[in-house]
C-alpha cells in the first residue's frame, strides 16, 4: 500500500509541475471575461480601495551565478519608482539542500527578518514536499522544524503564517497547521512563475494579471472580501527563485497598478504595504478559516487541486 501511495503522489506532483511548462501556452484564456461589466458610479463610490500583498515561494534562493533572485527581488522591493519600501510575505523553504538550508540562504533570511518582511513557512524538507502525502509523524517533525528554523531566524518570535506546496491541504494537514499556530495563505492572483528552468519567460504577464484581477474585482463587487485598515488586502504570488520575475519585479510592480485603473479598481494612497504589523494584519483576515470549506483558487489552480471548489 505504501509503494500504490507513493506512486500515486509522484503522479499528482508531476502533473502540477507539467503544468507550470503549459502556463505559457493559456495566452488565449488570459483576456478579461466577456461578462465582464465595469462598476457602476455607486459601486465605485462605495467600493473599499485595494491594497496589493506581495507574496513569494519556494526561496531564498542559493544561486551565487550572475545574480542571486532572492537578493534581486529584496533590492526592487525596497528601492523602485511606484513605492519604495514596499514590505513582503515570504514562504520560505527553511531546510531545501539548493535555498534556505545553505548559509547563503540562511543569511538571506536573515535579511528578509531584518528589513521588516513577514516570514511564512513552505516546506521544511530538503525538497518541495507534498505534504498531503506525508504520514503524521514525519509531518508533525516538519512542522516541528520549520517553526523552529523561522522562531530562531527571529530572534524568538513563532510564524504565524504558512503556505503549502501547490495550495494543497486537507482537513487533517490544515488541524496540524493550527496547532502549530499557523494560519494557511492561499493567493487571489497567480503569476504562475513557479517554472523555475528552462524557458521560464511570461509573455502574457499584463494579460494574465489582469485577466486574474477582473475576477478579484467581481469577487469585490458582491462584498465579498474583508476589509483591513480601511482597504481590501488583495494577494499576488510570485517565485523569488525565478530569475525571470527577479529581472522584471518592478516592471511586475506597475502592472498590478495599470491593471487595477484598467479595471476601475480604487487603490489605496499606498497601494502595497510598507509595514510588518500592517501586513500581519491584512494576512490574518484573510487566512483560511475552516480546512473543510471548498475555496476558488486563480486559473489553472482550481482543477490541479482537486479538492477544491
Known amino acids: ?77 525596497e528601492d523602485n519608482p511606484v513605492q519604495p519600501g514596499i514590505k513582503a510575505v515570504f514562504f520560505i523553504q527553511t531546510r531545501a539542500t539548493n535555498g ?9 533570511q536573515r535579511r528578509e527578518q531584518a528589513a521588516g518582511h513577514v516570514l511564512g513557512l513552505h516546506t521544511a524538507t ?21 517553526v523552529a528554523d ?13 503556505r503549502p506546496p501547490f495550495w494543497d491541504y486537507n482537513e487533517r494537514t490544515f488541524l496540524a497547521y493550527q496547532l502549530h499556530g499557523l494560519h494557511v495563505i492561499l493567493t487571489d492572483l497567480s503569476a504562475n512563475d513557479g517554472k523555475i528552468y528552462g524557458f521560464n519567460a511570461s509573455p502574457t504577464r499584463r494579460s494574465h494579471l489582469r485577466r486574474e484581477l477582473a475576477d478579484v474585482r467581481e469577487k469585490i463587487a458582491r462584498q465579498g472580501m474583508p476589509i483591513v485598515d480601511g482597504a481590501i488586502p488583495v494577494i499576488v504570488t510570485f517565485h523569488d527563485v525565478n530569475r525571470y520575475t527577479a529581472r522584471h519585479m518592478r516592471e511586475y510592480l506597475q502592472i498590478l497598478l495599470d491593471s487595477a485603473a484598467e479595471l476601475e479598481l ?19 483576515a484573510r487566512a483560511v478559516q475552516d480546512g473543510r470549506a471548498p475555496v476558488k483558487l486563480p486559473g489553472i489552480w482550481n482543477w490541479l487541486t482537486p479538492h477544491r471548489e
Request: aromatic share 8%.
Open 1 to 77: 500500500m505504501p509503494v500504490i501511495s507513493l506512486f500515486f503522489s509522484g503522479i499528482r506532483a508531476g502533473i502540477r509541475l507539467a503544468a507550470f511548462a503549459g502556463v505559457l501556452l493559456l495566452g488565449a484564456c488570459n483576456t478579461i471575461p466577456e461578462n465582464y461589466r465595469p462598476l457602476t458610479p455607486g459601486q465605485r463610490a462605495a467600493a473599499a480601495p485595494i491594497r496589493f500583498v506581495l507574496s513569494f515561494d519556494d526561496g531564498p534562493s542559493a544561486a551565487t551565478w550572475f545574480s542571486n533572485p532572492t537578493e534581486t527581488i529584496l533590492d526592487a522591493l
Open 100 to 108: 534556505g538550508g545553505t548559509p547563503l540562504g540562511q543569511r538571506l
Open 126 to 146: 530538503p525538497g518541495h514536499s507534498d505534504q498531503i502525502s506525508m504520514k503524521p509523524a514525519r509531518l508533525e517533525q516538519m512542522l516541528n522544524d520549520g
Open 150 to 162: 523561522l522562531t530562531a531566524v527571529s530572534g524568538g518570535t513563532p510564524p504565524m503564517f504558512l
Open 266 to 284: 480604487p487603490v489605496a494612497d499606498k497601494p502595497f504595504y510598507d509595514d510588518r504589523q500592517a501586513l500581519q494584519r491584512a494576512l490574518l
